[in-house]
């Protein structure tokens, strides 16, 4: 019997439906094939000492970690039928194959069949681009990015000056459709934007659709070095200034308590903090971040599927500056932290639009080989219990933003915003 018959008689012993016998038809075949059969185990061992099959590659990876006995028996059987379409595919397959990209194809293939669009699987290459952009540091567009939910596809949120996409046309609100060919409609977001990132000076090809006007092109963009600011701010009037938070990386710490004793120092007695847009990043920035705004207690805790929690709290010491939070259906996860934190203490009044709802947590689990996982583990509370994942946070104050009147205001002039002009005003009322 040769390897595909006894790989395929095994899968075939474990179904439980009905066969009808071929014996007849195997006996006066089994003759003619016995030549071909010496030949073809031949081959195959030929090859399985030139390459690492899929199977020792899954081995490999899984001999990492303790597995229960019902996950053993599940993975036996993964592995029994990667081996039998690895002999069809080598015994029949008319071109080359690249058995690296194949193997990576299939971690990824094991991650998305859990049909959750926060967990993904990185290659090396996406794992080293992924854990650049979250320091702060990384070579790609120069883009701020989020999931636009009416089309699915990567939206432009903010640009930095001088950037690939800046001098590339690309403007904030157009639509990137497809990076190197592939649709990013059902993209996870790190995903899509670990291909956007590379080696400085290299381009990457994209598809870019600007729905203002219906137009879409393809477009190659350089890399270059991107140095994040994550937070940007600025005096008003009357002692009220404004920080905007774009996202929570592992320098936006450092550089929110930079700006908040910079805008102190100028003499701001009351503060606007713009979340908009924002669509997450480290729990622990957040959390240490809320940690000077917040008093003694609570500010976020997580409990996975065993029930366990986990709870982040802040100290006794902190800033009682009043405060207005801006957030919209952009803001995400880590920014609804904060913004959940900020109103079930009543620290400060939440303006604008219904968040996002992104109420789950996600790590990610490097592997030996370079690569890494990321997966769902746990449902984040706020310090009062509230789940809001799918639901998202209510303002205390629900306006829409006016982007007419902004896009037509000059430069510099905050009071066409009228979110923040709300916020300022609300501040100066109490």
């Known amino acids: 019997m040769n ?33 071909m059969i010496v030949m073809s185990i031949v081959c195959i061992i030929l090859l399985l000492v030139q390459k690492k099959t899929m199977s020792d590659a899954f081995n490999e990876v899984l001999s ?7 996950a053993q028996d599940s993975i036996a059987a993964i592995q029994k039928k990667i081996k039998l379409i690895e002999t069809v595919i080598d015994n029949t397959y008319l071109y080359d194959i690249d058995y690296d990209t194949m193997a990576e194809d299939v971690y990824k293939a094991m991650v998305d069949s859990l049909g959750d669009k926060y967990s993904a699987y990185y290659t090396v290459e996406e794992y080293k681009a992924l854990m650049s952009s979250t320091n702060g540091t990384y070579a790609g567009l120069g883009a701020l990015v989020s999931k636009d939910e009416e089309t699915g596809y990567i939206r432009i949120v903010s640009l930095f000056e001088g950037s690939g996409a800046a001098e590339a046309g690309i403007q904030v609100d157009d639509l990137v459709t497809a990076v190197e060919g592939a649709s990013t409609a059902d993209m996870e977001l790190s995903y899509a934007t670990s291909l956007l990132k590379g080696e400085e000076g290299t381009t990457v090809n994209i598809t870019v659709n600007r729905p203002s006007t219906g137009e879409t092109w393809d477009v190659v963009v350089t890399r270059n070095k991107i140095e994040v600011t994550s937070v940007a701010g600025r005096m008003l009037d009357n002692g009220v200034g404004i920080i905007a938070i774009s996202e929570f990386d592992a320098v936006t710490v450092n550089q929110f308590s930079k700006v908040l004793k910079e805008l102190t120092d100028e003499g701001m007695t009351k503060l606007i903090i713009d979340l908009r847009s924002n669509p997450g990043g480290l729990v622990s920035s957040v959390v240490s971040i809320v940690d000077e705004l917040l008093p003694e207690g609570l500010i976020v805790y997580t409990e996975d599927k065993d029930g366990n929690k986990n709870e982040y709290s802040s100290d006794a010491s902190y800033n009682d500056i009043p405060l207005a939070i801006l957030i919209d259906g952009n803001s995400a996860s880590a920014s609804e932290i904060m913004a959940g934190a900020i109103q079930d203490y009543g620290r400060g009044v939440l303006i604008g639009t219904q968040s996002f709802g992104k109420g789950i947590v996600q790590t990610i689990r490097p592997l030996a080989d370079g690569s890494a996982v990321k997966l769902t583990i746990s449902t984040y509370y706020t310090p009062n219990g509230r789940c809001i994942h799918g639901t998202g946070i209510t303002p205390d104050i629900v306006l829409e933003y006016d982007s007419e009147a902004a896009a037509a205001a000059e430069d510099g002039d905050w009071e066409s915003d009228n979110q923040v002009k709300a916020a300022y005003d609300y501040l100066m009322e109490h």
């Open 3 to 35: 390897n595909f018959e006894e790989l395929n008689n095994e899968l075939l012993e474990e179904d439980d439906s009905p066969k009808k016998s071929k014996k007849g038809f195997g006996s006066a075949f089994n003759g003619f094939l016995v030549g």
């Open 64 to 70: 990492e970690y303790e597995v229960s006995d019902t």
